[in-house]
């Protein structure tokens, strides 16, 4: 067994007497990659709530992501490296220099690592035979949850964030240090990122689910479906991001969600915007609407109060 399994069914915890909501429009990050990274195990088989049962276990795969159209956008072809920190990227977890870390992207896949000597070992996604990278060796991480963020991003941005810090050759070290805004090397805004658990049992996420307003009138009737397809993107509280499809894996006991997994404490910013199979009318979050409808962000405050359950929004889509 790879993974814990889930409860029956989600608990949906209100958190609204905590819960501040602020809407604006935000540009695109011009440098961060397209596409999306998640943890699984070695197979690309997902993990339910991202919580593994060994640290071996978890794997990095890439792409357009799980659920995501067969029209998404993956990776940017590159060279990438990636880090494992706890969920505030002041700790750096990983232990072998960043030259060990180095990966390919192809065709919006991971296609190999980078031959070293040190290279980590690799697996192969059964659904589209791209290569999966193991993330050990990490070291256990201080967060009190048991949460552990890993970050993508492309190796001529995490040299230029090295040598910032004073850093030469960034690949040739473990550690490249940190400052305000560049975290041993990872810019937030060039990086992806993603969070994951070991062996902790309790669940924190926010889902979002879009439906189909039929009937113009916001709310969500009888007979109007669920969408999966469709994207949100998630920007975490250090400002790296990473887009999220929704879908459905009865499976794992996601029901046409996008689903952020693992979430720590901070503001997480879910960017709901206008994309074919949905122009967006009212957002609701934990079944409160917002004060203005359409295309927005919204602000997620989790606070450490906060111990378990699942935060929902609920997107309308108007015809």
Request: hydrophobic residues 40%.
């Amino acid at each position: 067994m790879y993974y814990f399994k889930k409860s029956l069914a989600k608990i949906s915890v209100s958190i609204m007497g905590t819960l501040a909501l602020l809407m604006f429009s935000v540009a695109a990050r011009a440098s961060a990659p397209t596409g999306a990274i998640f943890t699984t195990i070695s197979d690309g088989t997902e993990v339910n709530f991202n919580q593994y049962l060994d640290k071996n276990d978890v794997y990095l795969d890439g792409g357009p992501g799980p659920g995501a159209p067969v029209t998404a956008a993956g990776l940017d072809n590159g060279t990438y490296v990636f880090q494992v920190t706890d969920p505030s990227g002041k700790t750096l977890l990983s232990t072998d220099i960043a030259a060990c870390r180095e990966f390919v992207v192809t065709g919006g896949i991971i296609t190999s690592v980078v031959p070293t000597g040190c290279q980590h070992l690799t697996g192969v996604d059964l659904s589209n035979s791209a290569v999966t990278v193991q993330l050990m060796p990490f070291l256990d991480t201080p967060n009190k949850g048991g949460v552990y963020k890993v970050w993508v991003t492309k190796v001529a941005d995490f040299l230029t964030g090295c040598a910032d810090l004073g850093v030469a050759d960034g690949l040739s070290v473990v550690n490249c240090g940190k400052a305000s805004g560049n975290f041993h090397g990872f810019v937030p805004s060039d990086s992806k990122t993603d969070n994951f658990k070991i062996h902790v049992k309790r669940i924190r996420e926010i889902d979002t689910r879009f439906f189909s307003d039929q009937d113009n009138n916001g709310i969500k009737s009888p007979g109007e479906n669920w969408i999966d397809g469709l994207t949100i993107t998630w920007i975490d509280p250090l400002l790296a991001s990473n887009v999220k499809y929704s879908y459905e894996n009865l499976s794992i006991d996601v029901h046409h969600e996008a689903h952020v997994e693992a979430v720590e404490d901070g503001v997480h910013n879910i960017q709901i915007s206008d994309q074919p199979g949905c122009n967006v009318g009212a957002v609701y979050v934990d079944g409160v609407r917002t004060l203005v409808d359409g295309p927005q962000l919204v602000q997620v405050p989790i606070r450490e109060s906060f111990k378990e359950g699942t935060v929902f929004i609920d997107v309308a889509c108007q015809p």
